[in-house]
């Protein structure tokens, strides 16, 4: 029977108080979790990396939805009225494993939705990497966090994403105000009535930014040349990383 997240959590704590581990295994499908991954893994290059990318927006410094936040060791391991979302040394207890591997009706995080690429789900080797850490002990070192900034590249990075949102018009077929996508090189040089749009290093004066976030009126089609706030995002770190 499946069950809502507070009474799961409910559940939880009686197992957790009571050994009632057998009440547990009826309430989940404890199955359909992804296997840990079968090695040490690291807490600031692997596991912390994942909450930044799926979670911290909606539980951080900004929002903390449902009184929860994970940019902090205190603020992920606080226990509420019903107990801890992570068991150090007990992946398959943690009710923050059953909340991501989607096994609580209506409490997947991060939440579903309706637009495409905006909330996919944690994939099984990223589940699996937060099982491990758990399992291992769930260390958290003391301090603030030590991010290793992944590289955003235009080959990787930006070339996919203005391929599916811009070449239609500003590609090999057509190249609307003489404008197009398809190399860093074109990208770079603008347009013919905006000029250079990117000014590597310098994310304030690239004026693309300002036309996918859909702040400029002037151009035609605006709702072809807004993305989504995580794209924006992207192509900003990628501006300020000096646009390569
Ligand atoms: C787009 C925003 C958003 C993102 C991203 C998000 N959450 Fe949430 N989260 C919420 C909201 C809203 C709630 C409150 C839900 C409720 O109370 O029913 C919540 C509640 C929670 C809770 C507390 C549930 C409770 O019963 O108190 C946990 C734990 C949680 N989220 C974990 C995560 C994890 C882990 C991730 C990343 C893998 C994540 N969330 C990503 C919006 C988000
Ligand atoms: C459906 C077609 C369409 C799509 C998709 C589209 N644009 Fe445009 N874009 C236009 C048109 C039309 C103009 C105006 C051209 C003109 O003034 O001659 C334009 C103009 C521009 C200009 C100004 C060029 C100049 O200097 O004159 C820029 C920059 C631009 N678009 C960027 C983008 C970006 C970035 C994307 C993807 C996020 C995008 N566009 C997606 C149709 C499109």
Known sequence: MPMKLTTIRNGVILMVCSGAASLFAATLDLSKLPLPVPRKVDFEKEVY????EKCIE???PAKQKGKYRMDTKEGAFKAGDSGSFII?????KSPLIHIVAGLIEEGLM???SDKKGESEPLSKEQ???LRSWIDQGAAWPDGPIKLSVKKVTFK???LPLLASACASCHGAAKQE???RVDSRDALLAGGKSYGKIVTPGNAEKSTLLMIIAGKDEDLPEPEKHKLSPKQVDLVKAWIEQGAE
């Open 49 to 52: 990396p994942i909450f930044a």
């Open 58 to 60: 909606c539980h951080g």
């Open 88 to 92: 150090p040394g007990n992946s398959e």
């Open 110 to 112: 991060p939440p579903p």
């Open 127 to 129: 589940i699996g990497i």
């Open 156 to 158: 990787n990075d930006i």
């Open 177 to 179: 105000g003489s404008f």
